[in-house]
Protein backbone atom coordinates (compact mmCIF):
# COMPACT_ATOMS: atom_id res chain seq x y z
CA UNK A 1 0.00 0.00 0.00
CA UNK A 2 1.38 3.31 -1.26
CA UNK A 3 1.86 5.45 1.62
CA UNK A 4 3.37 8.97 2.77
CA UNK A 5 4.31 10.32 6.04
CA UNK A 6 5.37 13.28 7.39
CA UNK A 7 7.03 14.41 10.34
CA UNK A 8 9.12 17.39 12.06
CA UNK A 9 6.60 19.62 12.52
CA UNK A 10 6.14 21.65 15.86
CA UNK A 11 6.32 24.75 17.55
CA UNK A 12 9.08 27.17 16.78
CA UNK A 13 9.70 30.55 17.10
CA UNK A 14 9.50 33.25 14.64
CA UNK A 15 12.92 33.19 12.72
CA UNK A 16 13.70 30.03 13.47
CA UNK A 17 14.37 26.53 11.53
CA UNK A 18 12.40 23.17 10.90
CA UNK A 19 13.04 20.37 8.71
CA UNK A 20 10.33 18.36 7.67
CA UNK A 21 10.57 15.24 6.45
CA UNK A 22 8.40 12.65 4.23
CA UNK A 23 8.91 9.28 4.39
CA UNK A 24 7.48 6.64 1.13
CA UNK A 25 6.61 3.37 1.44
CA UNK A 26 4.70 1.23 -0.64
CA UNK A 27 6.63 2.04 -3.62
CA UNK A 28 10.39 3.28 -4.90
CA UNK A 29 9.89 7.31 -5.06
CA UNK A 30 12.42 7.16 -8.18
CA UNK A 31 9.59 7.81 -10.61
CA UNK A 32 7.28 10.26 -8.44
CA UNK A 33 7.80 14.39 -8.11
CA UNK A 34 7.15 15.01 -4.88
CA UNK A 35 5.60 18.42 -3.64
CA UNK A 36 4.91 19.88 -0.37
CA UNK A 37 2.10 21.85 0.25
CA UNK A 38 0.03 23.80 3.51
CA UNK A 39 -3.27 24.39 4.49
CA UNK A 40 -3.40 27.14 7.03
CA UNK A 41 -7.29 27.11 8.79
CA UNK A 42 -9.85 28.50 6.46
CA UNK A 43 -7.34 28.73 3.43
CA UNK A 44 -6.67 26.76 0.69
CA UNK A 45 -3.93 24.53 -0.16
CA UNK A 46 -0.60 26.13 -1.03
CA UNK A 47 2.03 24.70 -2.89
CA UNK A 48 4.96 25.35 -1.55
CA UNK A 49 7.89 23.21 -3.20
CA UNK A 50 8.11 20.48 -5.83
CA UNK A 51 10.61 18.58 -6.61
CA UNK A 52 11.01 16.43 -10.05
CA UNK A 53 11.74 12.71 -9.93
CA UNK A 54 15.71 12.79 -9.98
CA UNK A 55 15.70 16.45 -8.86
CA UNK A 56 16.70 18.31 -11.80
CA UNK A 57 13.82 20.89 -11.58
CA UNK A 58 12.09 22.21 -8.49
CA UNK A 59 9.38 24.91 -7.87
CA UNK A 60 8.71 26.99 -5.23
CA UNK A 61 5.70 29.12 -3.84
CA UNK A 62 6.85 32.67 -3.84
CA UNK A 63 6.23 32.72 -0.10
CA UNK A 64 9.14 30.74 0.61
CA UNK A 65 11.68 31.83 -2.04
CA UNK A 66 14.84 32.16 -0.27
CA UNK A 67 13.99 30.67 3.46
CA UNK A 68 12.47 27.04 2.17
CA UNK A 69 14.84 24.73 0.45
CA UNK A 70 13.75 21.09 -1.00
CA UNK A 71 15.64 18.00 -1.53
CA UNK A 72 14.99 14.18 -1.91
CA UNK A 73 17.17 11.08 -1.29
CA UNK A 74 15.94 8.30 -3.33
CA UNK A 75 17.59 5.56 -1.92
CA UNK A 76 16.10 6.17 1.12
CA UNK A 77 12.89 6.99 -0.23
CA UNK A 78 12.76 10.22 1.47
CA UNK A 79 12.23 14.01 0.66
CA UNK A 80 12.97 16.95 2.45
CA UNK A 81 12.09 20.36 3.51
CA UNK A 82 14.18 22.72 4.84
CA UNK A 83 12.33 25.55 6.52
CA UNK A 84 14.40 28.48 7.36
CA UNK A 85 13.30 32.37 9.10
CA UNK A 86 10.45 31.00 9.85
CA UNK A 87 7.26 33.44 9.75
CA UNK A 88 3.74 33.35 11.91
CA UNK A 89 2.34 32.90 8.38
CA UNK A 90 4.28 30.02 8.07
CA UNK A 91 1.76 28.52 10.12
CA UNK A 92 0.09 25.64 8.68
CA UNK A 93 -0.29 21.63 8.18
CA UNK A 94 2.12 20.72 5.96
CA UNK A 95 1.30 17.75 3.58
CA UNK A 96 4.05 15.86 1.17
CA UNK A 97 2.25 14.43 -2.01
CA UNK A 98 3.29 12.13 -4.92
CA UNK A 99 2.41 12.51 -8.43
CA UNK A 100 4.16 9.79 -11.07
CA UNK A 101 6.67 12.40 -12.89
CA UNK A 102 5.60 14.33 -15.60
CA UNK A 103 8.48 14.59 -17.57
CA UNK A 104 8.03 17.94 -18.19
CA UNK A 105 8.02 20.73 -15.66
CA UNK A 106 6.03 24.06 -16.71
CA UNK A 107 2.77 25.82 -15.19
CA UNK A 108 0.99 23.15 -13.45
CA UNK A 109 3.65 21.35 -12.18
CA UNK A 110 3.25 21.86 -9.16
CA UNK A 111 -0.41 22.27 -8.56
CA UNK A 112 -2.09 20.47 -5.97
CA UNK A 113 -4.60 18.59 -7.79
CA UNK A 114 -2.04 16.98 -9.98
CA UNK A 115 -1.28 14.99 -6.58
CA UNK A 116 -2.79 11.98 -6.81
CA UNK A 117 -1.00 10.39 -3.47
CA UNK A 118 -1.02 13.21 -0.24
CA UNK A 119 0.24 11.99 3.49
CA UNK A 120 -1.80 12.56 6.51
CA UNK A 121 0.23 16.24 7.06
CA UNK A 122 1.94 17.72 10.29
CA UNK A 123 1.67 20.73 11.55
CA UNK A 124 4.17 23.61 12.32
CA UNK A 125 3.46 26.53 14.30
CA UNK A 126 5.51 29.39 14.80
CA UNK A 127 4.85 32.08 17.66
CA UNK A 128 6.65 33.35 20.38
Known amino acids: QLQLVESGGGLVQPGGSLRLSCAAS????????IGWFRQAPGKEHEEVFC????????YYGESVKGRFTISRDNAKNMVYLQMNSLKPEDTAVYYC?????????????????????WGQGTQVTVSS
Open 51 to 58: ISSDASST
Open 97 to 117: AARIDPGSYGLGFCAAYQYEH
Open 26 to 33: GFTLDNYA
